[in-house]
């Protein structure tokens, strides 16, 4: 099921430490729900969000046993494992990994077969280069590739993964691709299945993740973000063709006590009305067949082989959508976290197109020195490379992140983490 969707889905996020209120203590059970704050504690800092657009306000949430005890006396055991239930788990980041194909692109090499040069290229998008699929790759040995990195660093053994969420529109299968890498990896007692949401996917994948470890039962949930939109761009095509590259991310989640809880919160939207800008869409022709059954007179048509298009985009249209639409939901995370943008230490967007990145972090009034990009050596990798920050790990795999390692990152640093199609 290769596609990708209009400009549809967006979210952000973002990073924090002590300076955001916590869920325990001067928070009421209703601003609890309204906020959504927990925390993703790394070795980096913790994380801050916006609560999810549907729910909060009208969900009945149990008060917490001090709030009991001051106002009731000493809370039931019922009352506290119904408490426990619906928020004592959290999750924390504790293994990330990611890979690449061998098979580099530059603009160089795009320029001998489309009329394009590495100057256009670099200053429309920021892009230099690009790694694409060969012949022995695919999205599931990447996505192995990139989950055996982060179940190492984790030190957990593939058996003891509970869940596997592939977050891909190109999978090698149409009937998805999660439970060929789960087979590989060894993760023999994991449920997988693959999620489908474009360039906003990996952040509803862990989004995703964290609601089955809240809702028990899940200790090690491993999201793996792997795309190859190489097989669906017309490589004829200098408007699409330069933006994309091959890439697979993967973060291990672990379940944690409450007070240990790493995702602070989220802001998760959609918006349909764009498909025709941005979209890979099946192509299909019925043919009649002669010998086929009749049904109320009417010739059975026999369906065609199905194929996929190419990518079609409107980049001018897409653009246009990025940057009023991002901003938004940064600005609805930084308000909810009770922040601005003077606060935010790193802004990482999704690797769209440097003149993307650019322009929110000026809407948002968020210095350029302060967007982290990977996009010169790695093109437009749909989130999967941006995995590779989040726990500052294998400094050495990416040089496009050198600049990134580099820095001093201390505890209390604030990380905003956007996507959006």
């Given at each position: 099921?290769?596609?990708?969707?209009?400009?549809?889905?967006?979210?952000?996020?973002?990073?924090?430490?002590?300076?955001?209120?916590?869920?325990?203590?001067?928070?009421?059970?209703?601003?609890?729900?309204?906020?959504?704050?927990?925390?993703?504690?790394?070795?980096?800092?913790?994380v801050?969000?916006?609560?999810?657009?549907?729910?909060?306000?009208?969900?009945?949430?149990?008060?917490?046993?001090?709030?009991?005890?001051?106002?009731?006396?000493?809370?039931?055991?019922?009352?506290?494992?119904?408490?426990?239930?619906?928020?004592?788990?959290?999750?924390?980041?504790?293994?990330?990994?990611?890979?690449?194909?061998?098979?580099?692109?530059?603009?160089?090499?795009?320029?001998?077969?489309?009329?394009?040069?590495?100057?256009?290229?670099?200053?429309?998008?920021?892009?230099?280069?690009?790694?694409?699929?060969?012949?022995?790759?695919?999205?599931?040995?990447?996505?192995?590739?990139?989950?055996?990195?982060?179940?190492?660093?984790?030190?957990?053994?593939?058996?003891?993964?509970?869940?596997?969420?592939?977050?891909?529109?190109?999978?090698?299968d149409?009937?998805?691709?999660?439970?060929?890498?789960?087979?590989?990896?060894?993760?023999h007692?994991a449920?997988?299945?693959?999620?489908?949401?474009?360039?906003?996917?990996?952040?509803?994948?862990l989004?995703?993740?964290?609601?089955?470890?809240?809702?028990?039962?899940?200790?090690?949930?491993?999201?793996?973000?792997?795309?190859?939109?190489s097989?669906?761009?017309?490589w004829?095509?200098?408007?699409?063709?330069?933006?994309?590259?091959?890439?697979s991310?993967?973060?291990?989640?672990q379940?944690?006590?409450?007070?240990?809880?790493?995702?602070?919160?989220?802001?998760?939207?959609?918006?349909?009305?764009?498909?025709?800008?941005?979209?890979?869409?099946?192509?299909?022709?019925?043919?009649?067949?002669?010998?086929?059954?009749?049904?109320?007179?009417?010739?059975?048509?026999?369906?065609?082989?199905?194929?996929?298009?190419?990518?079609?985009?409107?980049?001018?249209?897409?653009?246009k959508?990025?940057?009023?639409?991002?901003?938004?939901?940064?600005?609805?995370?930084?308000?909810?976290?009770?922040?601005?943008?003077?606060?935010?230490?790193?802004?990482l967007?999704?690797?769209?197109?440097?003149?993307?990145?650019?322009?929110?972090?000026?809407?948002?009034?968020?210095?350029?020195?302060?967007?982290?990009?990977?996009?010169?050596?790695?093109?437009r990798?749909?989130?999967?490379?941006?995995?590779r920050?989040?726990?500052?790990?294998d400094?050495?795999?990416?040089?496009?992140?050198?600049?990134?390692?580099?820095?001093?990152?201390?505890?209390?640093?604030?990380?905003?983490?956007t996507?959006?199609?």
């Open positions: 099921m290769a596609c990708a969707t209009a400009p549809a889905l967006h979210s952000s996020a973002s990073w924090t430490a002590s300076t955001v209120p916590s869920l325990r203590g001067g928070v009421s059970a209703h601003e609890r729900v309204s906020l959504r704050y927990t925390q993703w504690r790394t070795s980096l800092s913790n801050v969000g916006c609560r999810a657009v549907m729910s909060a306000e009208n969900r009945d949430v149990s008060p917490t046993s001090s709030e009991l005890k001051q106002n009731e006396g000493e809370p039931s055991s019922h009352v506290l494992a119904e408490q426990r239930r619906r928020v004592g788990r959290g999750s924390r980041l504790v293994g990330s990994g990611s890979a690449v194909p061998k098979h580099l692109i530059t603009n160089e090499d795009l320029s001998k077969f489309v009329d394009t040069s590495d100057e256009w290229i670099s200053v429309r998008t920021g892009i230099r280069n690009r790694r694409v699929l060969g012949e022995e790759e695919s999205v599931t040995s990447l996505s192995v590739e990139a989950s055996r990195k982060a179940l190492e660093m984790a030190n957990v053994k593939p058996e003891d993964v509970d869940l596997l969420l592939l977050c891909t529109s190109t999978p090698d149409l009937f998805g691709s999660a439970p060929q890498v789960q087979k590989l990896l060894g993760c007692n449920l997988a299945f693959d999620l489908t949401a474009a360039c906003s996917g990996f952040v509803l994948g989004v995703t993740a964290t609601r089955f470890i809240r809702g028990g039962g899940y200790e090690n949930v491993l999201v793996v973000g792997s795309d190859a939109l097989r669906y761009v017309d004829t095509d200098r408007g699409t063709c330069i933006l994309f590259g091959d890439a991310g993967a973060l291990l989640l379940a944690a006590t409450d007070d240990q809880d790493s995702l602070l919160g989220f802001d998760l939207r959609s918006d349909g009305n764009g498909h025709k800008h941005l979209h890979v869409t099946v192509d299909s022709v019925a043919e009649s067949s002669s010998s086929g059954a009749e049904t109320n007179g009417a010739a059975f048509l026999q369906p065609g082989k199905a194929s996929y298009e190419c990518l079609q985009m409107n980049g001018k249209e897409v653009f959508f990025a940057v009023r639409a991002v901003p938004q939901v940064v600005e609805g995370a930084l308000q909810e976290a009770g922040i601005t943008g003077n606060d935010v230490d790193w802004l967007l999704h690797q769209a197109n440097q003149r993307i990145l650019d322009s929110v972090s000026d809407r948002l009034h968020i210095p350029s020195e302060k967007v982290i990009s990977n996009l010169a050596n790695y093109a990798t749909r989130l999967q490379l941006d995995t920050t989040w726990l500052n790990r400094k050495q795999e990416f040089p496009g992140l050198k600049l990134w390692h580099q820095k001093t990152i201390k505890d209390g640093t604030f990380q905003l983490r996507a959006s199609v």
